[in-house]
């Protein structure tokens, strides 16, 4: 297990069930709105959020000389836990979040009380692939996944192809460009929001480049994912997507197909983000999930 300083705050009594949200790939802990983990904490429960090695205020690699894997990405969930003194959680996650919180569901049932997958894909289902291939031009192969929306095609392959920001401004710029196509079109997008979120962001990170690490990491082990394996899933498991999104629609009914009493919530209106507008939905969803 790698020395990498990992950045966390929690909320709420320490008395109260804890809740140990998992963000998704290359994005840092408080894309997890204060909002909605206020109103997470108002329900008695005890919240934890953290930044994955390489975002926000935790320590950056030099990956070529200390390479890592999605399997450390992963280990470093278990090392949140034990620093916080819990030896299991509700684990929310969203997206690749939620793919790490169905491996330690697997892997280590013990650790986890509930768990509840957000806008993610079902573990050993092969997104990256489906992902590489819609972004390329190639075909899909009969069975795989829902590929994304043509809008979020067509603005990443533009991404690739567009020189890198040269500022502050040009990189928060992109970023908000990046974040109203994850958005989706299901409600209004808030400019200016999104605007203060990822000023947030850049302002707090060490080094916004590191976070590209995620993708190197991604490819050093591309067998992270274990194949067929959901149905060992024991923990009770809710699984919600937006009626929007773009990047994965359709993944959260194979998820919920494959892993025993799951139950799968369609939240009208969002895409990939999470809006003020669904805040108290998924909030009061996850409550209940995790009243035990």
């Known amino acids: 297990m790698q020395n990498v300083n990992i950045w966390s705050e929690e909320f709420g009594a320490a008395t109260d069930e804890p809740i140990l949200l998992i963000m998704g790939s290359m994005s840092q802990g408080v894309l997890w709105p204060d909002e909605f983990v206020g109103r997470l904490t108002a329900g008695g429960r005890r919240v934890i959020r953290y930044d994955h090695r390489d975002t926000g205020m935790s320590d950056t690699v030099d990956f070529e000389t200390t390479p890592y894997t999605w399997e450390d990405i992963k280990d470093d969930v278990y090392r949140v836990m034990d620093r916080h003194g819990l030896d299991s959680a509700h684990l929310v996650g969203h997206s690749a979040g939620g793919l790490l919180g169905q491996l330690i569901a697997v892997e280590r049932p013990e650790r986890v009380r509930t768990l ?38 067509s603005f990443f392959r533009r991404l690739m192809a567009a020189p890198p920001p040269v500022d502050r ?3 928060i710029d992109a970023m908000i460009a990046e974040q109203r196509v994850l958005h989706g079109t299901g409600l209004p997008f808030d400019e200016d929001a999104a605007r203060r979120l990822q000023e947030r962001v850049y302002d707090r990170a060490r080094d916004l480049s590191k976070a590209a690490n995620h993708r190197m990491a991604a490819a050093a082990k591309p067998d992270f994912e274990p194949v ?44 990939h983000t999470l809006p003020p507008e669904v805040h108290e939905e998924l909030a009061d969803a996850i409550l209940a999930h995790t009243a035990g």
Request: charged residues 15%; proline residues 12%; aromatic residues 2%.
């Open 116 to 153: 509840t997958v957000i806008s993610s894909s079902p573990l050993g289902g092969g997104e990256g692939e489906v992902l590489v291939r819609a972004l390329t031009g190639q075909p899909q192969p009969e069975g795989s996944l829902p590929e994304p929306t043509p809008e979020f095609v």
């Open 228 to 271: 067929g394996v959901l149905h060992q899933v024991k923990a009770p498991t809710l699984v919600i997507e937006g009626s929007h999104e773009p990047v994965k629609p359709g993944h959260g009914a194979i998820i919920a197909e494959q892993i025993p009493g799951a139950r799968l919530r369609i939240v009208q209106g969002m895409g």
């Open 169 to 171: 401004r040009a990189q």
